[in-house]
Antibody, heavy 120, light 108 residues
């Protein structure tokens, strides 16, 4: 059974760095072709893809946010970590992690999401 | 970077009717790596269609996808009450990945 779960602070102050952890089970990020992405959704708005990390440690980022994002993985712990620097109130959103498997069938499993509010 | 534009923004229909949602890409989507998701309030998105036209596991056959290149369509043949939600297209053929802005399907 595949599951993903996001964790991190619910509230961060402007200019702070956000660190989110995606803890997953039911698959391995060392399996060839496996990928995990982070996606966010401001309240009442559309989904926005943020970053991706692959089984071979390749990393890809949103063009508009790449200077602020870092994605990493700990295969032994089944975790993917996203850091976002210089947080702003416009970064208030629900942050999701999601899996894309070797079969390349889109994001077939998602976490429940975690709401992060940026406010002083 | 591929920009996806969905239309219409809102679609008002009645149960039993047919829904047609459009997704247009700013450049060709590689290998038809185009997916559709359904999202209900307070829930994570759910994968409906991948590879432009393949239904994900457990998705009813009233949902179908079509298209290639830059023009894609999600069709719901006969709307059920549980189908009223927001629908997003997403391309995963090239990085950075991208989502459309969504189409809200509401009850008329």
């Amino acid at each position: 059974q595949v599951t993903l779960k996001e964790s991190g602070p619910a509230l961060v102050k402007p200019t702070q760095t956000l660190t989110l952890t995606c803890t997953f089970s039911g698959f391995s990020l060392s399996t060839i072709g496996m990928r995990v992405s982070w996606i966010r959704q401001p309240p009442g708005k559309a989904l926005e893809w943020l970053a991706r990390i692959d089984w071979d440690d390749d990393k890809f980022y949103s063009t508009s946010l790449k200077t602020r994002l870092t994605i990493s993985k700990d295969t032994s712990k089944n975790q993917v970590v996203l850091t976002m620097t210089d947080m702003d109130p416009v970064d208030t959103a629900t942050y999701y992690c999601a899996r894309m498997s070797t079969a390349m069938v889109g994001f077939d499993y998602w976490g429940q999401g975690t709401l992060v509010t940026v406010s002083s | 970077e591929i920009v996806l534009t969905q239309s219409p923004g809102t679609l008002s229909l009645s149960p039993g009717e047919r829904a047609t949602l459009s997704c247009r890409a700013s450049q060709s989507v590689s290998s038809s790596y185009l997916a559709w998701y359904q999202q209900k309030p307070g829930q994570a998105p759910r994968l409906l269609i991948y590879g432009a036209s393949s239904r994900a596991t457990g998705i009813p056959d009233r949902f179908s996808g079509s298209g290639s290149g830059t023009d894609f369509t999600l069709t719901i043949s006969r709307l059920e009450p549980e189908d009223f939600a927001v629908y997003y297209c997403q391309q995963y053929g090239s990085s950075p990945y991208s989502f459309g802005q969504g189409t809200k399907l509401e009850i008329k």
